[in-house]
């Protein structure tokens, strides 16, 4: 069985690894002993964020989650990952602002690469910026079936309908 534990309001915390988020935060984290984890309980609804990284901070007051280091994001309710050098989650705006080389895939095929971007999750919207002297690079699979009557893909074989005498 894993321990749980209440958090204090104006408790600031670090820990390694993990921390996996509901979008709604409560507050209540289950830590295991072999690897350093915080898993917020969630509520009906609810789909989980999981992020790992070197260090996180939780700060109650403003509700901000700040993780340092080798970060890795997973959110599977909307099908995306990222890593980043910095994320903070400010829950109460229920926002991801991303700092340092990073990288967003989302869907397992669209995404984006630049030095900072916010995601907007309530409008599943990405704002990127660039390094100075850069750009933001994105990558997106487009169906192009049907693009001007046309397909890029072979037609189907229709089978012989013919009778064999």
């Known amino acids: 069985m894993i ?4 958090l204090p309001k104006s408790h600031i915390f670090r820990l390694g690894l993990a921390l996996i988020l509901p979008i709604a935060f409560l507050g209540t984290f289950s830590v295991s002993n072999p690897i350093p ?5 969630t509520a009906k609804g ?3 964020l999981t992020i790992r990284s070197d260090v996180q901070e939780y700060d109650s007051n403003t509700q901000v989650i700040t993780a ?3 970060v890795q994001m997973i ?5 995306l990952q990222a890593t980043a050098a910095q994320a903070q989650y400010f829950s109460q705006e229920r926002r991801i602002d991303f700092s340092g080389n990073v ?3 989302q869907q397992g095929s669209n995404s984006i690469r630049a030095e900072r971007v916010t995601y907007l999750i309530d409008e599943g919207r990405f704002i990127a910026l660039p390094k100075s002297d850069r750009q933001v690079e994105s990558v997106y699979m487009i169906d192009d079936t049907n693009v001007n009557g046309q397909s890029s893909r072979p037609a189907p074989q229709t089978p012989n309908t013919k009778p064999s005498n």
Do not use: E, F, K
């Not at 321990?3 to 209440?6: A, D, L, N």
């Open 75 to 79: 959110y599977p309710a909307r099908q």
């Open 3 to 6: 321990p749980s534990y209440q």
């Open 46 to 48: 609810n789909r989980p």
């Open 68 to 70: 340092r280091g080798n």
């Open 37 to 41: 984890q915080a898993t917020a309980q």
């Open 103 to 105: 990288y967003i895939l």
